[in-house]
């Protein structure tokens, strides 16, 4: 079955960088699409960005662009989100999703970021 | 396109027939999704395509809606329905509603 394990929860400094990772079982990554999202507990979901991983292609909201970078290893089917210059905003949860024509069925469980020193 | 979601928060009691409802900024042409997200949990698809049912979903959940105005009907309210409950569109971009919080009287 499709499984998506997300890295464990991060503790950062202001103005640092983290990178999470989502590893995938369970279906063909290397021809998937994979989507990261932020929650902020209590309130809504933002959609961050989507990588293609055949070709590493991404695309992004443009809310994120310059603050998350979307990679892949195809080798161990597994998805990052590299999020840099962290501020106590940045601070939330954050979830990897895999798509199926534009709505997402199956989600990692989501890894806590706090930014704080 | 921005989604609204009404009620923000809804109490009801155990069998009640419940109504959620979402309301697009612009057509959504029936690119619309429901998500329910527990407590500290990720959100779990319900329904895609304003009506289609995920495999694994109790029959109990329905959606229907067109145009930029979209319901998600629990027909007999459970105690592990409690939640909170996000629409979706993808139509143009990818947004989620505020959420309507469900509670048990």
């Known amino acids: 079955q499709v499984k998506l394990q997300q890295s464990g929860a991060e503790l950062v400094k202001p103005g640092a960088s983290v990178k999470l990772s989502c590893k995938t079982s369970g279906y063909t990554f290397s021809t998937s699409y994979m989507s990261w999202f932020k929650q902020i507990p209590g309130q809504s979901i933002e959609w961050i960005g989507m990588?293609?991983?055949?070709?590493?292609?991404?695309g992004y909201n443009q809310k994120f662009k310059g603050k998350a970078t979307l990679t892949v290893d195809t080798s161990s089917s597994t998805a990052y989100m590299d999020l840099s210059s962290l501020t106590t905003e940045d601070s939330a949860v954050y979830f990897c999703a895999k798509p199926t024509y534009g709505y997402f069925d199956y989600w990692g469980q989501g890894v806590m970021v706090t930014v704080s020193s | 396109i921005q989604l609204t979601q009404s009620p923000s928060l809804l109490s009801a009691s155990v069998g009640d027939r419940v109504t959620l409802s979402c309301k697009g900024s612009q057509n959504i042409n029936n690119y619309l999704a429901w998500y329910q997200q527990k407590l500290g949990e990720a959100p779990k698809l319900l329904i895609y395509?304003?009506?289609s049912l995920q495999t694994g979903i109790p029959s109990r959940f329905s959606g229907s809606g067109s145009g930029t105005d979209y319901t998600l009907t629990i027909s007999s309210l459970q105690p592990e329905d409690v939640a909170t409950y996000f629409c979706?569109?993808?139509?143009?971009?990818?947004?989620f509603g505020s959420g309507t919080k469900l509670e048990i009287k």
């Open positions: 990588i293609y991983a055949g070709d590493g292609g991404t």
């Open positions: 395509n304003t009506n």
């Open positions: 979706y569109q993808y139509n143009n971009g990818f947004t």
